[in-house]
């Protein structure tokens, strides 16, 4: 069965540089959310966006931005790097309607590393 | 507002003994429960989920929690412990009845398992 697939799997940068994260959902899934989880740490919630309108806002940093394209995949921009963004970054997502049972379908994570 | 806790950080037990992590949550309607795994680098994969049906609730690799709402607890027990159920263990609630479909995550247990 198809995943959500996430790219870059890996990633490293510099401070102050810039950074795109992509993700691709479950076919028929409308609904997309990003997570971050830092080392030890629980994953935490940035944002989600249903039906490409952004639905629930996290604690997403303003140097953060994210967005859900026609075709349902997300893109997360992160600017102006920190050397706490270093992370590993999720995202999931859920499917429509009846299907879901608030389950999220996670992705494998892209690593972030701010160097 | 959901949370969840999980209380010990850490738990170790010896192969084919009982495992046992608590999670007790928080929600102001009834919520949705789910237990995750997470094994080194990888994603998170759904181990089971509570969604208002039956209150002891069976999932994958022999694992199965009890929904107590007298006790606001959500317990992950496997009778007998095998080595590759070392990993770091995640409790979660969502609303989705509130339309707030993310969930929220516990701080995480890692389970230890000794041979």
């Known amino acids: 069965a198809a995943g959500v697939i996430q790219s870059p799997r890996h990633l490293i940068k510099e401070k102050r540089e810039t950074a795109t994260l992509k993700c691709y959902p479950i076919?028929?899934?409308?609904?997309v959310y990003w997570y971050q989880q830092g080392p030890g740490q629980d994953p935490q919630f940035l944002i989600s966006?249903?039906?490409?309108?952004?639905?629930d806002k996290g604690s997403i940093p303003d140097r953060f931005s994210a967005q859900q394209f026609s075709d349902y995949h997300s893109e997360l921009n992160m600017s102006s790097l920190e050397l706490g963004d270093s992370a590993l970054y999720f995202c999931?997502?859920?499917?429509?309607?009846?299907?879901?049972?608030?389950?999220?379908?996670f992705g494998e994570g892209s690593r972030l590393t701010v160097l | 507002a959901q949370s969840v806790t999980q209380l010990g950080s850490h738990v170790s037990v010896s192969e084919g003994a009982l495992v046992l992590l608590r999670c007790n949550y928080s929600s102001s309607v009834p919520p949705y429960l789910f237990w995750y795994v997470q094994y080194p680098n990888q994603g998170l994969q759904l181990l089971l989920k509570?969604?208002?049906?039956?209150?002891l609730v069976k999932g994958i690799n022999g694992f199965e929690a009890e929904f107590k709402k007298s006790e606001t607890s959500f317990h992950l027990t496997k009778p007998s412990a095998h080595m590759s159920d070392a990993a770091e263990y995640f409790c979660a609630v969502s609303a989705l009845d509130t339309g707030r479909r993310a969930l929220t995550f516990g701080s995480g247990t890692r389970l230890q398992v000794q041979p």
């Open positions: 999931a997502s859920s499917p429509k309607g009846r299907s879901n049972t608030g389950e999220l379908f």
């Open positions: 509570y969604t208002s049906a039956a209150t």
């Open positions: 966006f249903y039906e490409k309108m952004q639905s």
């Open positions: 076919p028929r899934h409308d609904t």
